[in-house]
Nanobody
Framework: QVQLVESGGGLGQPGGSLKLSCAAS????????LGWYRQAPGKQRELVAI???????SYGDSVKGRFAISRDTAKDTVYLQMNSLKPEDTAVYYC??????????WGQGTQVTVSL
């Protein structure tokens, strides 16, 4: 199994920045992708960003050009740098991992609120 622990959420201002971190532990050797999803109240969970073991990245349309995903393989940690924040970025952000078996793991979620 893979365990994921997020940190770094909180309150951000419109136009400001926040950085999320997610530390992976457990059966991490077969992880082929790490990433972030988010879910706002009353909405479906949506992709924010994904990074593969080969360092390919994909982003949701609403965050392209503003958010950047990266990973530190030595620390088994994935990061989400969020810039030019907007109120519509307010959501619970979930860390995600997919193993080569197809199994998935989710973190407990961290709240991000963008407001004056």
């Amino acid at each position: 199994q893979v365990q994921l622990v997020e940190s770094g959420g909180g309150l951000g201002q419109p136009g400001g920045s926040l950085k999320l971190s997610c530390a992976a532990s457990g059966s991490i050797s077969r992880i082929i992708a790490l990433g972030w999803y988010r879910q706002a109240p009353g909405k479906q969970r949506e992709l924010v960003a994904i990074i593969t073991s080969g360092s390919s990245t994909s982003y949701g349309d609403s965050v392209k050009g503003r958010f950047a995903i990266s990973r530190d393989t030595a620390k088994d940690t994935v990061y989400l740098q969020m810039n030019s924040l907007k109120p519509e970025d307010t959501a619970v952000y979930y860390c995600y991992a997919r193993r080569n078996s197809g199994s998935q793991a989710w973190g407990q979620g961290t709240q991000v609120t963008v407001s004056l």
